[in-house]
């Protein structure tokens, strides 16, 4: 037989002790971003051109190389480092050179960046340089976009879409 | 410095939950077996909602919904217990870190539950994330995104994780596979290691009392009906995160991720974790010897290793040609010198004559020859009081645990005192020749409470012992009143008072008797 004084003592001090347990379940709440606020989240992985071209190999080099590794051509397989540059109404936001990775360098390069930016109409311009050039870019594109209060908005680039996506 | 306040506080707290709802059912003495209690609601509860739940961008926020609204009565109800049985475990977790702390019970061959218990902690906390991730509301978005940034800080991932975030298009419903799998995958682990965190601890208790558990899930029943975990609407991953209800149970260090730069946040993440891993160190506990044995006195009984509450003692093949297959060994890595042992072993009894008091296994530092000795000297004291005589007052022998607060002068003393390491030391023999041989009108052993133990099994075996259900036994010839065992919250200096004056008044009332017990 249960005593039940005691069980309602206990059901009292446990009520006390998780108390707390039903209030901080979900309270007080946190503000992660303002009210009203929005941001541009830019993300891509894109691999650029290999750093060297490839070379034609001499007679002799492939004679010196075992038999089942005689290819015609050596292709170094580093990768050079992008270049991006976003600018936010003819302001620059942010420039960066994203090396490849990988050991050998011959992965594609990455980059994540969140921006926040007040809700309202803006001129985005992107510049982004993947092949062995020194200056310029090999990608430039500009949009003009108007952004909710709330609004993610998401940016990729991906070359065989057109370049830089919005989402 | 910090320890003693706290402890001052558990003890303060017990003791008055003692008053309240007894002391088998406190839950402070059984934050361990609830700790387990609620893992287990947890693992019952969340079997059932994996049967429901969908693995999809869409369908695992619609299957929760569907669990929380269209079967409330049952879905609902095992979400929120899900969710608050998952919540109270932390508590409880914390707690018992806490209590072990303020108890110094992490030091010294102890290190190695706490050391475990650290890691346990953080496989808890993996789960509780990768739960709230699966629900794929609001606040899942906010706790995905955040987690995999403060990943992606760590130079191990080749493409950043946060990337499947960027876009609704961006997300895969492979990634739900992947989090559900690691809902249920950590905490199998987490049982592992559970296990891992027993491994040095004989006969723990793992089940809370029958009386605490049922009203406990009462509790937990109870909460979930008045306030039903529910989601904070679907994730968009178009929209901004604003406000989110936060369980800060799991996630309240998320406001930090949200505040600090990502390399801050792990380094903070690895001292806490680094100084908690180093605590049974900070500093080294100082030990005398562990227990020896002497094997021209083991008979291989095993009675030691049946009662060592840290798995210390092990029977291994007989080294002296003496006709037992076996002998007791300590292993002194994992000997907290309590000298439980010492009154398990059979050949600790004071009234050899001959050859000298040298048990199978003893205590150097207070070996059951000089325990004898105390013993002797302290009944020596006032030695013209005799036996109980109406009107005289009762001579009284006191046992104290020295972890106890009858000990260090804590108390007046109510008899003559002598200190042992733990009130599971004291044979009953030495209680026998007290009664009989020694004239003693009552023996008091002072210990901790049965769940308060600071060496766990102290008190609870004596108990036994005295009740006669466990060898060796108090001897039927010895009057069982004429033994007091105050079971003590350390600070509880006036129960411990008052219970030894009312032994001592009830003494006191007895008819005079002859005795001849060591006859």
């Known amino acids: 037989m249960p005593d039940i004084r005691k069980m309602i003592g206990l059901a009292v001090v446990l009520v006390a002790l998780f108390w707390p347990v039903g209030y901080f379940a979900d309270t007080p709440a946190w503000r992660h971003d303002e009210v009203g606020a929005a941001q541009i989240k830019i993300s891509f992985a894109h691999g650029g051109a290999h750093k060297t071209a490839c070379r034609r190999r001499s007679a002799a080099e492939l004679r010196a190389l075992p038999a089942n590794m005689r290819k015609l051509d050596d292709c170094p397989r580093e990768r050079v480092a992008l270049a991006f540059v976003f600018e936010l109404d003819g302001k620059p936001i942010h420039r960066a050179s994203l090396p490849p990775t990988g050991l050998s360098g011959d992965g594609p390069s990455h980059f994540y960046g969140v921006f926040p930016v007040p809700a309202e109409r803006h001129e985005i311009l992107l510049k982004l340089r993947d092949s062995r050039r020194e200056d310029g870019y090999d990608h430039v594109q500009r949009f003009t976009v108007d952004i909710a209060p709330g609004r993610n908005l998401a940016i990729d680039f991906r070359p065989n879409a057109g370049g830089f996506i919005l989402y | ?519």
């Open chain 2, 1 to 519: 410095m910090l320890k003693r306040p706290i402890r001052r506080g558990f003890h303060l707290i017990e003791t008055w939950l003692d008053r309240l709802c007894g002391a088998a059912w406190n839950p402070l003495s059984n934050l361990g077996a609830l700790g387990f209690y609620f893992y287990w609601i947890v693992a019952t509860s969340g079997l059932y909602l994996y049967v429901f739940f969908d693995t999809g961008v869409t369908e695992a926020y619609q299957s929760v919904e569907s669990l929380t609204v269209d079967q409330w009565y049952l879905g609902g109800v095992m979400r929120s217990v899900h969710r608050y049985a998952s919540d109270a475990m932390v508590l409880i977790m914390v707690l018992h870190m806490t209590r072990e702390f303020a108890n110094d019970r992490l030091r010294g061959p102890r290190w190695f539950s706490w050391f475990i218990g650290v890691p346990i902690l953080w496989l808890v906390i993996i789960s509780g994330v990768t739960g709230y991730w699966l629900v794929w509301d609001k606040l899942a978005q906010f706790v995905a995104i955040q987690t995999s940034e403060l990943l992606d800080v760590l130079p191990i991932f080749g493409a950043p994780i946060a990337r499947n975030f960027l876009s609704p298009g961006h997300l895969d419903d492979r990634f739900f596979t992947l989090m559900a799998f690691l809902h249920i995958a950590v905490p199998l682990i987490l049982l592992l290691l559970l296990w891992v965190h027993l491994n040095r601890v004989t006969r723990a208790r793992v089940n809370p009392p029958r009386g605490l558990a049922v009203t406990v899930l009462l509790v937990i029943l109870a909460i979930s009906l008045v306030k039903p975990a529910v989601s904070q609407g679907p994730a968009d991953l178009a929209q901004v995160i604003e406000w989110v209800g936060l369980d800060w149970f799991y996630l309240g260090f998320y406001p930090l991720i949200d505040s600090w730069p990502g390399p801050a946040v792990w380094a903070f993440g690895g001292v806490i974790t680094g100084l908690l891993l180093l605590m049974p160190w900070l500093p080294p506990l100082r030990q005398a010897s562990p227990a020896r044995i002497d094997l021209d006195n083991c008979n291989g009984c095993t009675w030691c290793v049946s009662d060592c509450p840290y798995g210390a003692i092990s029977m291994v093949p007989r080294t002296d040609g003496k006709p037992f297959t076996q002998q007791a060994e300590v292993d002194p890595d994992r000997c907290l010198r309590c000298g439980i042992c010492v009154a398990s072993c059979p050949t600790t009894t004071p009234f050899r004559r001959i050859s000298p008091l040298v048990p199978g296994i003893d205590l150097p530092q207070l070996t059951a020859a000089d325990l004898r000795e105390r013993m002797i000297e302290a009944a020596a004291v006032n030695p013209t009081v005799g036996n109980t005589i109406a009107g005289n007052a009762p001579r009284l022998l006191e046992f104290v645990c020295e972890q106890g607060p009858r000990a260090n002068g804590a108390a007046p003393p109510a008899a003559t005192q002598v200190v042992v390491p733990c009130i599971g030391m004291v044979p009953p023999s030495f209680i026998d020749m007290a009664l009989g041989r020694l004239a003693i009108d009552g023996v008091v052993l002072s210990g901790c409470t049965t769940k308060g133990c600071v060496y766990r099994l102290g008190s609870e075996l004596t108990e036994q012992r005295l009740a006669r259900e466990r060898d060796p036994y108090l001897r039927k010839r010895v009057p069982r009143d004429r033994v007091l065992l105050v079971e003590l919250n350390a600070g509880d200096v006036k129960s411990a008072a008052e219970q030894v004056q009312r032994f001592r008044d009830r003494l006191s009332d007895r008819e005079p008797e002859r005795t001849d017990l060591d006859a």
